[in-house]
């Protein structure tokens, strides 16, 4: 079994920038596309970003296009989530999130294996 542990997540200003991680760990080679999804109070939760197995092909949700950047080190097992320009409704929950599919979804149902999540908090 695959455990994700993710880090990174803080209070920030508007317009600030954060860099969230998630290290993987166990059986690493059970998961393939990796991606960061989040969940704000009282709402579903939502897909923000995803890397296929090697990292070739990404996607974005719309809230997030130009502003975040998703990267993976396989060597590692580490998926990173680069966020600049942060806005107070980037406030949520952030969870890494593994399938075993080697191909890129974007549904968050998709995703079997859930870190514990990192809060980011996003200040006007």
């Known amino acids: 079994q695959v455990q994700l542990q993710e880090a990174g997540g803080g209070l920030v200003r508007a317009g600030g920038s954060l860099r969230l991680s998630c290290t993987a760990s166990g059986r690493t080679s059970s998961t393939g596309a990796m991606g960061w999804i989040r969940q704000a109070p009282g709402k579903e939760r939502e897909f923000v970003a995803a890397i296929n197995w090697t990292g070739s092909s990404t996607s974005y949700a719309d809230s997030g296009k130009g502003r975040f950047t998703i990267s993976r080190d396989n060597a590692r097992n580490t998926i990173d989530l680069e966020m600049n320009r942060l806005k107070p409704e980037d406030t949520a929950v952030y969870y890494c999130?593994?399938?075993?599919?080697?191909?890129?979804?974007?549904?968050?149902?998709?995703?079997?294996?859930w870190g514990q999540g990192t809060q980011v908090t996003v200040s006007s």
């Open positions: 999130a593994g399938r075993a599919g080697l191909a890129i979804d974007n549904s968050a149902g998709a995703y079997g294996v």
